[in-house]
Structures are given as structure tokens and as C-alpha cells.
């Protein structure tokens, strides 16, 4: 059975109907990224999945358990950790401040302290700036802040939104040289990422949005020669 399994996901917002019908599972060990163009549902998906957002129809498995409609804390508590878009950090806390919030659930102070060190060991640039105030970090810190905040919560699948969403070019490549030791590390990551090419060369299985709709799924490798797939997110013409 798949670690993660969302079937027949419809979402609406209002009169807009957001996801319709997706389904795709997610392995134990795997990096599974959701690509398409802005708007096209990759982000209501990670809402759905984590409680953020209610569908109106489907089911999402999560360890074999339905959490479909389940308060988001509760979700946090199977083992399943939401690092969103626009980082989610608390500005006017500072960055261990934010830290402990990721283990505001754990009962296990010397497995918090330990999951901490070795966040900070990943994100060396933050572990310089644990006393100042979140809000006062380069958009690349705060991002790397959201991440590790999300590790400290010691999730079996951590959804990760748009990582590298305006962050320069060489913070995108630590950002994702950081996404592939976590996976080597045993996490199971659900990515959505805007730039599809590096999404691709991180993941072992890629989906395909558009417009709320699932339209291709396959090895993120396959997916990467596909010519459609180039042209369409990959700038190649």
C-alpha cells in the first residue's frame, strides 16, 4: 500500500471548481513533484491533502487512514508536514522561536533537540541567525527557515510548495541539493515547484496538472525527454 493515496480529489473555491477528479499515490522513500502552470491546482492539491482546504469530493490515505476533512493539527500529528508557499513563517518570532513551533506537538524533548541540530546542520546560514527576528531574513533564509521548521515536526511525508519560488539562481541550486539529502535521508517528498526542470531532475515520478485536472503521470526521467512536456514547462522549443 502507498504511503499516500488521493482519489478522486475535487476542490472547490466559491463557483470555481479547482480539482477535479485527481488521483495519484505517493511511495514510501519516493520524491513525487506536481508540475503545471500557474493556477492549474498544484497548491490546492498540497491544501488538500494537509487539511488546509476541505475537498468537496474524494478521499485522501495517508499510513493507510483516511484524513480526508481531518483538522490540519491533527494530520501534523500522523507524521505528514506542510512547509507552503510564501514560507508560512512567523515573522515577529525569532528563528528558534520558529524552530520550536515545527515540534509544538512532539512529547520527546531529547528527539526534538536532536532533529533541531541536524536541521541547522542542513541550513548552516540559519543556525547563524537563530536569535534574530524571522521577518528580518533574505527571502532565501526564510525559505530554508520553512523547511527546516517542517523537519523539526520529524514528518514521514513533508510537502514542499514552491521552494524556489523568487530565490536566486545559486539559492535554487542549495535549495534543491538540501530537497535531495532529506529524500536520501528516508523522507518521502511531495514537491510542487514552479520550475519544472528542477522538479524533474529531483523526482522519481512526476504529475502533470492543468487546469484542475491530472493529465500525465510517469517517471520524472521520461516525463523530462517528453517533447510536449519541454516545450510546455520546460522552455524548450
Known amino acids: 500500500m502507498a504511503?499516500?493515496?488521493?482519489?478522486?480529489?475535487?476542490?472547490?473555491?466559491?463557483?470555481i471548481h479547482a480539482l477535479k477528479g485527481v488521483t495519484f499515490s505517493v511511495e514510501q522513500g519516493q520524491v513525487v513533484t506536481l508540475i503545471g502552470a500557474n493556477g492549474a491546482g498544484k497548491t490546492t492539491t498540497l491544501r488538500a491533502i494537509s487539511g488546509l482546504?476541505?475537498?468537496?469530493k474524494g478521499s485522501v490515505t495517508f499510513k493507510g487512514r483516511t484524513i480526508t476533512g481531518m483538522p490540519a493539527h491533527q494530520i501534523v500529528a500522523l507524521g505528514l508536514a506542510h512547509a507552503p508557499e510564501g514560507r508560512g513563517i512567523f515573522a515577529n518570532l525569532t528563528v528558534d522561536e520558529n524552530l520550536q513551533m515545527g515540534a509544538y506537538l512532539r512529547r520527546d524533548p531529547a528527539g526534538v533537540a536532536k532533529d533541531t541540530r541536524h536541521a541547522l546542520e542542513l541550513f548552516p546560514r540559519i543556525a547563524e541567525r537563530l536569535h534574530q527576528n524571522a521577518g528580518t531574513l533574505s527571502g532565501g533564509e526564510q525559505q530554508m527557515l520553512?523547511?527546516?521548521?517542517?523537519?523539526?515536526?520529524?514528518?514521514?511525508?513533508?510537502?514542499?510548495?514552491?521552494?524556489?519560488?523568487?530565490?536566486a539562481p545559486q539559492i535554487v541550486q542549495l535549495i534543491f541539493k538540501i530537497v535531495r539529502s532529506i529524500a536520501a535521508e528516508g523522507t518521502t517528498i511531495l514537491l510542487v515547484e514552479q520550475n519544472a526542470h528542477q522538479a524533474l531532475n529531483v523526482a522519481h515520478t512526476a504529475h502533470v496538472l492543468e487546469v484542475g485536472t491530472l493529465v500525465t503521470s510517469g517517471p520524472a526521467a521520461e516525463l523530462a525527454r517528453d517533447d510536449k512536456i519541454r516545450k510546455a514547462y520546460l522552455g524548450v522549443h
Do not use: C, N, Q
Open 53 to 56: 482546504v476541505k475537498p468537496s
Open 3 to 15: 504511503l499516500l493515496e488521493v482519489s478522486g480529489l475535487d476542490v472547490h473555491y466559491g463557483g
Open 146 to 167: 520553512a523547511i527546516a521548521r517542517a523537519l523539526v515536526a520529524k514528518p514521514t511525508l513533508l510537502l514542499l510548495d514552491e521552494p524556489s519560488l523568487g530565490l
